[in-house]
Each structure stands twice: as C-alpha cells, then as structure tokens.
C-alpha cells in the first residue's frame, strides 16, 4: 500500500490511497437492448450475406417502409410494417424479429425510425452496421432533427458510397431549389458529393429513380 497527495478545491492536501493487487476489477455493464443485440444480429447477417443489401433508413413516419412497397411493387416479402409506430416492427422487443425483406434478389432493411423512448439514437450510432450494406437510401421529410443529422454524419463516416438522399411527401413543393438549399445547408450534400431525390408516394415522384439506384428490373 502506498499514499499519493491529492490536491482539491479550497486548497487542502487530502491523501488518497492506493492498494496493490487489493481492489477488485472494475466492470463495465455489458447488458444490451433487445434492439441493441437485434444491430449485432444483423451486423452478423450481413458479413455473411452473398447478396446485394440495402438499407433504407430515416425518423418514424418519414415513409420508408411505403416506399419499400412501391419499389417492390409490393411483392417483396415479407411485406413491411406500415404506421407512425416506429414499436411496430419490434426490433425492441423481439429477438427472432425479420430483419430482411426480399425482392429479385436483393436483400432490404425497413430499419424502424430512430429516436423513440424504444428505439433511441444513440443505440443506432453505437451498433448499427452502416458500412456493411452495398446502398443506403436515406429518407428525410418536411421536418429535420437533430438525430438525423447524426445518423447521416455516422454514415458519411463509415465510407459507405452509394447513398442517396430522398424528400419525401414532396408533393405540393413549390420551391425546390429553396427546399434543397436547406438541406443542403444539414446536410452538406454537395460537398459529399450525394444526390436528393425529391419523392411523392401520391404522384411517384422520384420512383423511377429510386428503382434505378436499387438495381431493380
């Protein structure tokens, strides 16, 4: 055992002890989040996959999983979850919960929206597997957060290349030039060298686009 002085606040000298080979180890709290283990799980799934993967991701209610049903002309199984309750798909609660939906080939993550009490950011930030997915598709609507700007800087950091930004609901935009201008302002997609699709699922604004990035026939 030996004694180090410490010096604190108001000046005193205070002696601070340190034991050798005496205090046990400190732990770091291993437990994990259903949604936590349901990441790793899918991190897991995609270093083994042979097939194209793509991720499409974005807030509750930003439309991904109806825009996933149009792109596969809802034939894609199984058939994603449709709702503002981003709880729905049970990522949280269920460990044998579907990760994949399926069309000609190709394997697509409907990602439950990110910051709610059930799916908070930070777990996404901490687990999720940006960079082992082949394309991101990146869906944003009228209001922008502040955890979608971190979502998007942690996939600019995983050095995934093909992503694309899509607006969704942009039906009734009169401005587009402004509306891109503010994203861009977020999201600095001219300097990353991205591309924004402005998309309606009323009028299948964007559609053909979309299905052009996805590889679909």
């Given at each position: 055992?030996?004694?180090?002085?410490?010096?604190?606040?108001?000046?005193?000298?205070?002696?601070?002890?340190?034991?050798?080979?005496?205090?046990?180890?400190?732990?770091?709290?291993?437990?994990?989040?259903?949604?936590?283990?349901?990441?790793?799980?899918?991190?897991?799934?995609?270093?083994?996959?042979?097939?194209?993967?793509?991720?499409?991701?974005?807030?509750?209610?930003s439309g991904k999983s109806t825009l996933l049903r149009a792109l596969t002309k809802g034939k894609c199984t199984p058939l994603p979850v449709?709702?503002?309750?981003?709880?729905?798909?049970?990522?949280?609660?269920?460990?044998?919960?579907?990760?994949?939906?399926?069309?000609?080939?190709?394997?697509?993550?409907?990602?439950?929206?990110?910051?709610?009490?059930?799916?908070?950011?930070?777990?996404?930030?901490?687990?999720?597997?940006?960079?082992?997915?082949?394309?991101?598709?990146?869906?944003?609507?009228?209001?922008?957060?502040?955890?979608?700007?971190?979502?998007?800087?942690?996939?600019?950091?995983?050095?995934?290349?093909?992503?694309?930004?899509?607006?969704?609901?942009?039906?009734?935009?009169?401005?587009?030039?402004?509306?891109?201008?503010?994203?861009?302002?977020?999201?600095?997609?001219?300097?990353?060298?991205?591309?924004?699709?402005?998309?309606?699922?009323?009028?299948?604004?964007?559609?053909?686009?979309?299905?052009?990035?996805?590889?679909?026939?």
């Open positions: 055992m030996w004694w180090i002085p410490v010096i604190l606040v108001g000046g005193y000298v205070a002696k601070k002890i340190f034991e050798d080979d005496e205090s046990p180890p400190q732990r770091v709290n291993s437990v994990k989040s259903i949604l936590e283990l349901n990441l790793l799980r899918l991190r897991g799934e995609l270093e083994n996959s042979t097939t194209q993967n793509i991720a499409i991701i974005g807030q509750p209610g449709i709702g503002q309750k981003t709880d729905a798909t049970a990522w949280h609660s269920d460990l044998d919960v579907n990760l994949f939906h399926y069309y000609q080939g190709i394997q697509f993550v409907d990602i439950p929206g990110y910051d709610t009490s059930q799916h908070p950011v930070e777990s996404y930030l901490k687990y999720f597997p940006f960079s082992k997915f082949d394309k991101l598709i990146f869906v944003i609507n009228s209001k922008i957060h502040d955890s979608d700007a971190k979502v998007f800087n942690e996939i600019i950091k995983s050095g995934l290349n093909d992503v694309i930004l899509v607006r969704n609901n942009s039906d009734g935009l009169d401005d587009y030039i402004g509306v891109f201008n503010d994203i861009d302002k977020i999201f600095n997609i001219k300097n990353n060298g991205l591309e924004l699709v402005f998309s309606s699922n009323k009028t299948l604004e964007g559609r053909e686009r979309l299905v052009e990035f996805c590889e679909i026939s």
